[in-house]
């Protein structure tokens, strides 16, 4: 079975700062991982994935995921935030067909 | 590409009464999910069809859910006799037919239910 820890629900930042969200799995069979941003009152947005290769995943708005089999983690990382990046963020592993879901990770961005 | 589109985004119901809500995937997509997400948490895993299979359902689906997906495009979820406890907003997302792992789900805008 799969599941996926998220260790920080909230993460206060200043704007411009660099930012990481913690993303930890478990997972008996191939890992598929995934990023997911929510903006207030919307669906979910595909950030970036890890399927195979490079253990550096670059995805869009900046955000970029290193995957670490050794310490079963895929931290979300950004260099330098801003505002419209508020939003909760959600790392998530693929099971035989579905994903399975960490809790999120609340992102504030303060001016 | 017009995305998953749900309907309605809000939902606003009295106790024990029943709700339904549609999701329309994206052209072509053999394959729909239906997700619950409750405030604070992450979404969670209902139920998931191919073409019109329903293959899979978790245990958060009570008997007073049905989801059907009669021609393989878009789909209903039905909630009987709604409890406060259903208040939540429901997803669907949709997936390429290719086989291949890893191939993005895409997700609607989710419907919110109230139940009150």
């Known amino acids: 079975a799969q599941s996926v820890t998220q260790l920080d629900s909230q993460v206060p930042v200043f704007e411009e700062a660099p930012v990481e969200l913690r993303c930890n799995y478990s997972s008996s069979v191939s890992v598929y991982l995934f990023w997911y941003v929510q903006y207030p009152n919307q669906g979910l947005q595909l950030l970036l994935k890890y399927l195979s290769g490079s253990t550096l995943v670059k995805g869009i708005n900046g955000f970029e995921a290193e995957f670490n089999k050794s310490q079963t983690s895929f931290h979300l990382r950004k260099p330098s935030v801003h505002i419209s990046d508020t939003a909760e963020y959600f790392c998530?592993?693929?099971?035989?067909?579905?994903?399975?879901f960490g809790q999120g990770t609340r992102l504030t961005i303060n001016p | 590409d017009t995305g998953v589109s749900q309907n309605p985004r809000h939902k606003i119901t009295k106790r024990g009464q029943n709700v339904t809500f549609r999701c329309d995937p994206i052209?072509?997509?053999?394959?729909l999910y239906w997700y619950r997400q409750t405030l604070g948490q992450g979404p969670e895993f209902l139920t998931y069809?191919?073409?019109?299979?329903?293959?899979?359902k978790s245990r958060l689906l009570s008997d007073r859910f049905s989801a059907e997906r009669p021609k393989g495009s878009f789909s209903t979820l039905e909630i009987q006799r709604t409890e406060q406890g259903d208040s939540a907003m429901y997803l669907c997302?949709?997936?390429?037919?290719?086989?291949?792992?890893?191939?993005?789900?895409?997700f609607g805008e989710g419907s919110w239910l109230t139940v009150v």
């Open positions: 997302a949709s997936r390429p037919n290719d086989p291949k792992p890893g191939n993005t789900i895409y």
């Open positions: 069809f191919q073409n019109e299979a329903q293959l899979e």
């Open positions: 052209s072509e997509h053999n394959r």
């Open positions: 998530a592993v693929q099971g035989a067909q579905k994903l399975v």
